[in-house]
């Protein structure tokens, strides 16, 4: 039921974006942009539908929500690839964006899907006045220089340093790095439900950690072709992660800790947050 539930949202969020490009000027910047977005995982915008359904939103409306979310994560993506950045050259089992065009389309497509996430969330569809500004405002605070981009920053600053980071410090730049924009797609489903956002907040903070454990965990056993991107790079990076400090086993502890926290935090909402606490499973489970 979850796996369906799941493939079911990942194709309305994949129909809702192509609809929305499908104004957009013809060109590299377009293709590229169409290209970023097609496949992956779309957990973030998974969770902005399921957290909304709890509240009985509608389906039509949260796909503002869970595009937008899609768009900032798909740009970070295309940005985190360049080779002044984490120089991959596979994601999604495909080449990357630099490699498919060059770096320069890259950075554009990176910067159109930026902005193209603050249009969807400024049309009259995504919600009233006040929900399009609360979600904007908290969108564009969880991914720039207090959210993803502070997280991406720190992590340059520790790889180019090699400064040593203690299990708070990696904590923090995963907070930011993966975590803001886990926990955006959450309370935007209170937002746009005029709920209480703090179950939802509590929830996903404890997932975006589990879920970055998780990706570090893979890293380390997870299968290239299955993962469709390049494995083992933090050990050759000699990056700080969390099985580097807790090793195997204690990461896979602190992951299934943090997943009893994500349920329990769900404890108020009932029911109607069974789908979020298989989730809250599968972001530890997967391999990919």
Known sequence: MFQTALETAQNAIG???????????????????????????????????????????????????????????????????????????????????????????????????????????????????????????????????????????????????RAPLGLEEVTALQSGKTGALITWSAQAGAILGRADAAPLQRYAQAVGLAFQIADDILDVEGNAATAGKRLQKDAGAKKATFVSLLGLKGAKARAADLVAQAEAALTPLGDAAETLRTLACYMVDRDR
């Open 15 to 161: 129909r809702f974006l192509q609809t929305e490009f499908a104004g957009l000027t013809p060109g590299c910047v377009a293709d590229g942009m169409r290209y970023a977005v097609d496949g992956g995982k779309r957990l973030r915008g998974f969770l902005a539908l399921e957290s909304a359904r709890v509240y009985n939103v509608p389906q039509g409306q949260a796909l503002f929500a869970a595009g937008a979310v899609e768009c900032i994560h798909a740009y970070s993506l295309v940005h985190d690839d360049l080779p002044c950045m984490d120089d991959d050259d596979l994601r999604r089992g495909r080449p990357t964006v630099h490699l498919k065009w060059d770096e320069a389309t890259a950075i554009l497509v990176g910067d159109a899907l930026q902005s193209f996430a603050f249009e969807l969330l400024s049309r009259d569809g995504a919600g009233d006045a006040k929900q399009r500004i609360t979600l904007i405002s908290a969108l564009a605070k969880a991914s720039g220089a207090e959210g993803m981009v502070l997280g991406q920053a720190r992590d340059i600053v520790a790889t180019t340093t």
